[in-house]
């Protein structure tokens, strides 16, 4: 949520990212970006690091996930190309959701799906039902088990269907009928699916049910309420972390160009004085670092 919000408890991004594009050294996650398809060759590129690593190798992989939109990228095929000649053990796990925002899948490729792809790189590839939870958890550690066995890659395609809008500015009523996504929720909901299977194990009931919604809301609002409150990074921390090493003139350059407006419009300048507020120490870091 502190991600989200991009306040001073974001460790992973000092709210420098867009919400949702977290990542955590300490568990091995690397940040989230927004360009499509820049993952696939990176995590080629990780999964051969881990294989060099004696203290790592067949005892971890690179696990890579995208949509069939991405997979349209030359990003995709850089990757598959790299993960398949070195060789390296990475995960590749296709979510084909059917839309890559407005674009229907059968726009996007003429073939059968991602999954006939793996083959013509010497990827060994297994399709699974998506809206299984049970089916999806199969495939993965079978996938899971034979990068690490075979020092290969692996692709898993997951077949699946985006009932909800791509983001909170797309309208997808606009491109697919209502009644074809009312049909999905309805016929094809893993949510649905599993706990209709755990209520026929017995681990399950609406009892249950409703008190896990009621608690997982009152934490959702809880995390909200507290991630609001808080104020954003120092404005300084806007100009670390971007370069290693010696800071490069540019950086410098902005850094004291921002610093001289600051100056000039910081304390007169209404809209600007309210803004310095919501961050630490409200930018004197950088009109002060000396007295800090």
């Not at 199969?138 to 996938?143: K, Q």
Request: charged share 25%.
């Amino acid at each position: 949520m502190a991600q989200v919000f991009g306040n001073e408890n974001d460790t992973s991004g000092k709210g420098r990212q867009m919400p949702v594009h977290f990542g955590s050294p300490e568990h091995h996650f690397h940040t989230i970006s927004s360009p499509l398809a820049t993952q696939i060759p990176q995590a080629a590129g990780v999964a051969y690091a881990l294989r060099r690593m004696p203290n790592r190798r067949s005892q971890n992989i690179a696990a890579c996930y995208f949509g069939e939109g991405a997979a349209s990228e030359g990003d995709f095929h850089a990757g598959f190309m790299l993960a398949s000649t070195i060789p390296s053990p990475v995960l590749y796990i296709a979510r084909n959701n059917g839309f890559a925002i407005s674009t229907p899948s059968s726009e996007q490729y003429n073939g059968d799906g991602i999954a006939s792809r793996g083959p013509g790189y010497g990827i060994d590839t297994i399709r699974v039902d998506g809206n299984d939870v049970l089916a999806v958890l199969t495939a993965v550690r079978e996938a899971r088990r034979r990068c690490l066995e075979q020092g290969r890659a692996v692709l898993v395609e997951s077949m699946s269907y985006r009932v909800g809008h791509h983001s909170t500015s797309d309208d997808s009523f606009a491109y697919r009928a209502r009644s074809e996504v009312e049909d999905k929720k309805r016929i094809d909901n893993p949510i649905t699916r599993f706990r209709l299977f755990m209520e026929s194990q017995g681990w399950w009931d609406a009892d249950a049910e409703t008190e896990l919604k009621a608690r997982l809301k009152a934490d959702v609002m809880k995390a909200f309420k507290k991630a609001d409150s808080l104020k954003r990074p120092e404005l300084g921390q806007l100009f670390t972390d971007v370069y290693g090493g010696e800071e490069p003139w540019n950086i410098k350059e902005q850094r004291q160009e921002l610093v001289g407006l600051l100056k000039k419009y910081g304390q007169i300048w209404e809209p600007w004085r309210k803004e310095l507020g919501k961050f630490r120490n409200t930018g004197q870091d950088l009109l002060n670092p000396q007295g800090r």
